[in-house]
């Protein structure tokens, strides 16, 4: 399984960023694909996660209503829109063979990253 993440970069306080994260290797409808985001002295954090196109569990309390994750088979994006300096991390998309079920939630339950991408907002 490999994962590539694009999208990260600088933005200011109010603006927007797309991030794209590309799965490849294993078969789409088997795999939960997740965003997980970890600031400087922080614990990494789950953003949301996806089993498949039509499937959702939400986003995370500090997220919701700025952020929304989709999902097209092995592509999966993350739309970041009102951008606050608390959401500077680095980005990480994320993935794990959970064939039935509700996606698992946490770092833990995942087993293939990305190399990650950095989103830092200025305010």
């Known amino acids: 399984v490999q994962l590539v993440e694009s999208g990260g970069g600088s933005v200011q306080a109010g603006g927007s960023l797309r991030l794209t994260c590309t799965g490849s290797d294993f078969v789409y409808a088997d795999y939960c694909m997740g965003w997980f985001r970890q600031a400087p002295g922080k614990e990494r954090e789950g953003i949301g996660y996806?089993?498949?196109?039509?499937?959702s569990t939400g986003v995370a309390d500090s997220v919701k209503g700025r952020f929304t994750i989709s999902r097209d088979k092995n592509t999966l994006t993350l739309q970041m829109n009102s951008l606050k300096a608390e959401d500077t991390a680095m980005y990480y998309c994320?993935?794990?063979?959970?064939?039935?079920?509700?996606?698992?939630?946490?770092?833990?339950?995942?087993?293939?990253w990305g190399q990650g991408t950095q989103v830092t907002v200025s305010s």
């Open positions: 996806r089993r498949s196109r039509n499937t």
């Open positions: 994320a993935a794990a063979y959970f064939p039935w079920g509700s996606c698992p939630v946490g770092p833990t339950s995942y087993k293939f």
